[in-house]
C-alpha cells in the first residue's frame, strides 16, 4: 500500500491508483495531522509526501514496512534521510522538472521588489494615485544592473540565464568554483562578502542544510548596498528573518522578495509581512500548473520503481539507492 499525505493531481493519482493500492489524505488546504501520518504509515510500503510534512525518526519508526519516501519537492530537508538510511528505506525527490518555474517566480519577485509593484498596486486600491509624480512609486533600474546568484545549482543558473536577456552583469558564489561554466555562460565567481558588497540584486538557491542555516544574517545584510533588493526562493532558515526585518525597516537594504519563511504557512501578523518593502507569496516557486503535474508523476514512478525492486532516476543524495 502506499500512502500519500495529500491528493495529487489526477493524473498521476490514477497512474498510481492502477499500479497499487493507496490511500490518501482527502483534505486539500489542511496538512495530514501527525497521529494520522503515524497511524497510516503503519501498513504502507511506500510513502508519498509534501515538503511541508516533517517525515522524522517517529514517522519511520511508525512505518515496519516502508521501502521508500517520495517528496513531490526538489528539496529534503522535511526528511530525515539519514535515519532513513538506517532502516534502509530509499528516498527520492523531483530535480530538474522544475528548475524553469522556479526561476521564472524568482525573476518575477526580482522584478516585483525592485519596481515596487506590489506596493505600486496597493496604492491604486488604497486611491493613493493622485496624479502621475516623477517619483511616485519609482524603484530600482533592473536592464544593467548587478545580479549575485548564492548557489549556482540548476535553479541558480537558470536564473543568471534570464538575467542576459536584461543586460545584467552576473556574479555567484557556490561552495564550489566552476570555471567551464563562467566561460560558458558569462558569469563571475566571488567571495560571498565581495558579491554581497557589490551586487544590486541577490538571489538565493542554497538547500537548507546546517551550513546554510541563518546563512545571510545581520553581518551579511550590513554588506549589503542600501539600494540592494534580496530575493528568496530557497528556503526560509537561509535567511536570519528579524535581522532582515531589522535591515527592511532601517533602510540598510532597499527591499526583499520572499517565498520562503522560516515557519510555513507564515503568520499573516510577522512584522516582514507589515514592511511595504516585502513581496511575499507562498511558497509558490515551482507552482504552475504545467511543472506540479510533472513533479506530481515523476515522484509517483520513482515510489513505484523502488517498490518493484527497481533503481529509482532520482534517489537524494546521501540517501541509500
Ligand atoms: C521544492 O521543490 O523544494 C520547492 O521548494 C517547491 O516549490
Partial sequence: MIYLTRKIPEPALQYLQERSACRFWEEENIPVPREVLRREVGEAEGLYCMLSDGIDREVMDAAPRLKAISTMAVGFDNIDVEYARQKGIIVTH???????????????????????LIEANRAIYR?????????????????????????LGRIGLAVARRARGFAMKVYYFSRRRNMELEEKEGITYLPLAELLKSCDY?????????????????????????????VNTARGAVVDEEALYKALKSGTIYAAGLDVFAVEPVDPNHPLLQLPNVVALPHIGSASIETRYKMARLAAEDLLRVLNGEQPRFPVPGGLT
Avoid at 130 to 148: N, V
Fill in 202 to 230: 541577490v538571489s538565493l538557491h542554497v538547500p537548507a542544510t546546517p551550513e546554510t542555516n541563518g546563512m545571510i544574517g545581520p553581518k551579511e545584510l550590513a554588506m549589503m548596498k542600501p539600494t540592494a533588493v534580496l
Fill in 127 to 151: 486611491g493613493e494615485w493622485k496624479t502621475w509624480g516623477p517619483l511616485f512609486m519609482a524603484g530600482r533600474d533592473i536592464y544593467g544592473a548587478s545580479l549575485g546568484i548564492i548557489g
Fill in 94 to 116: 523531483t530535480p530538474g522538472v522544475l528548475t524553469e518555474a522556479t526561476a521564472d517566480l524568482a525573476f518575477a519577485l526580482l522584478m516585483a521588489a525592485g519596481r515596487r
